[in-house]
């Protein structure tokens, strides 16, 4: 699905007061990786992370003091995605895989056209 890519997210008190605090929602981008897209929001403390528009993956919560700049980064793998905050470790999830009888069916489907 994808190849080895890194995002990283600076986020700003000046740009943007109140980031990961509770009430405040934001999101931070949608970025085309491989032939899929991963979207980047926080909403309050939790950093969430969505897969082609309508799968969550990740919905991880930070504690992040609103006076300091924070840096959030996604790793992402053939078969996962990891997310650091602060260069820390918050999470991982291995992307989805399509159902190999779905797939059989939509190709003799497709060879029957």
Not at 5 to 23: D, K, S, T, Y
Not at 68 to 93: A, M, N, P, Q, R
């Amino acid at each position: 699905m994808l190849g080895t890519n890194v995002i990283n997210i600076w986020v700003i008190p000046r740009e943007h007061p109140r980031a990961l605090q509770q009430g405040q929602n934001i999101d931070w981008g949608d970025y085309l990786v491989g032939g899929d897209y991963l979207s980047i929001a926080s909403k309050g403390p939790n950093i969430c992370v969505i897969l082609n528009g309508d799968q969550e993956l990740l919905n991880i919560r930070v504690d992040a003091n609103p006076n300091l700049e924070h840096l959030i980064t996604l790793c992402c793998s053939e078969e996962s995605v990891t997310l650091l905050f602060d260069t820390f470790e918050y999470g991982k999830c291995e992307f989805p895989k399509f159902d190999e009888g779905y797939i059989d069916v939509y190709s003799e489907a497709l060879a029957e056209l």
